[in-house]
């Protein structure tokens, strides 16, 4: 592991933003603190990275006990959700600045900021400033200061929040082709289900300062540990005491073994997909299905149904309420 969190807990006055946390982030995997604002995942990036003490708890960075470093001596890039550049450095002074704080011989300096602004796509913005550049572009700066040093870790803090969506769209796809190119272990901070669910390779769930769930995107989403988890990533809907996933629920004509009988309240088409939302004698509840399936049911308003768990159909559930 390069990054081993025990034990730790941190509190700011009355308010518990880490509560007993312990976490492995794996070498050279891109790691995704997701969860709720307010529930500590910041805190635990920043703690990592030496912007913030424990209470309680160790932090260890590739076997070293790096609890009480400070920042500068734990070989880590940080990269903010504001970019925090210099504006009256041009993008290429810019990357140059930790390696000219440290010292680096000159032809060094110039052959590692044309390799990594070619990297980020940005050689040709090299002698522009950052009020020149579109706020994705100045991300891929930050990004590319921060690998300048070549740190052994690499974290992120909601590093796309301050872009439109589409922009956002662009990075993280953009971000997960720039990991697989540098293998740098890499954290980043996200609220944004989506992103993380795409990004990448391990989730940590955090919540109210505690580790909710650990594992691949896809092993969380289909195996929730707990109704919060599966609450927070990933549509759900409520039927038969259980949370459920809506594509996991089928819509039929006639009666089948274990369907409710149900009434189509209302249909909303999404493009490709479906959004029916029935009315139980038990439930209010929707299920996704596809463009055919729709049309092949005729689901209208007022259509009665019949709704149920396929058999075998892998399904992801936890008891309601929790």
């Not at 550049?85 to 990357?95: D, I, S």
């Amino acid at each position: 592991m390069s990054i081993t969190v025990r034990n730790v807990s941190k509190r700011f006055g009355d308010f518990v933003a880490l509560d007993d946390v312990s976490v492995d982030i794996p070498s050279g995997a891109l790691t995704a603190l997701l969860g709720p604002s307010g529930g500590g995942k910041s805190t635990l990036l920043r703690v990592i990275a030496g912007l913030e003490t424990p209470d309680s708890g160790t932090v260890e960075i590739f076997g070293a006990d790096s609890t009480h470093l400070p920042p500068q001596r734990r070989d880590v890039g940080f990269v903010f959700q504001h970019y925090a550049a210099f504006k009256h450095m041009t993008v290429a002074r810019n990357v140059a600045f930790g390696l000219e704080v440290r010292r680096r011989p000159r032809a060094e300096i110039k052959r590692r900021v044309q390799e990594l602004l070619e990297l980020v796509h940005l050689e040709q913005f090299a002698g522009r400033y950052p009020a020149e550049l579109s706020g994705g572009q100045r991300q891929r700066m930050a990004l590319a200061r921060a690998l300048a040093v070549e740190p052994k870790v690499l974290l992120l803090d909601e590093p796309f929040g301050a872009l439109d969506a589409q922009v956002r769209k662009e990075l993280r796809a953009w971000l997960r082709r720039l990991h697989d190119d540098v293998h740098v272990t890499t954290v980043f901070v996200t609220h944004d289900q989506e992103e993380a669910m795409e990004v990448a390779d391990e989730l940590v769930v955090i919540n109210g300062g505690r580790v909710e769930q650990v594992g691949p995107p896809g092993q969380v989403y289909d195996e929730p540990a707990n109704p919060f988890v599966m609450t927070f990533i990933g549509p759900v809907t409520r039927f038969g005491g259980r949370l459920v996933r809506p594509h996991d629920l089928e819509l039929t004509a006639h009666p089948e073994a274990g369907a409710a009988p149900a009434t189509v309240v209302r249909v909303v088409r999404l493009g490709f997909e479906v959004r029916v939302d029935v009315r139980t004698h038990d439930d209010d509840l929707w299920v996704q299905v596809t463009r055919a399936e729709a049309d092949e049911l005729g689901v209208e308003a007022g259509s009665r149904v019949f709704v149920r768990v396929p058999p075998g159909g892998g399904l992801a559930a936890v008891a309601a309420g929790g």
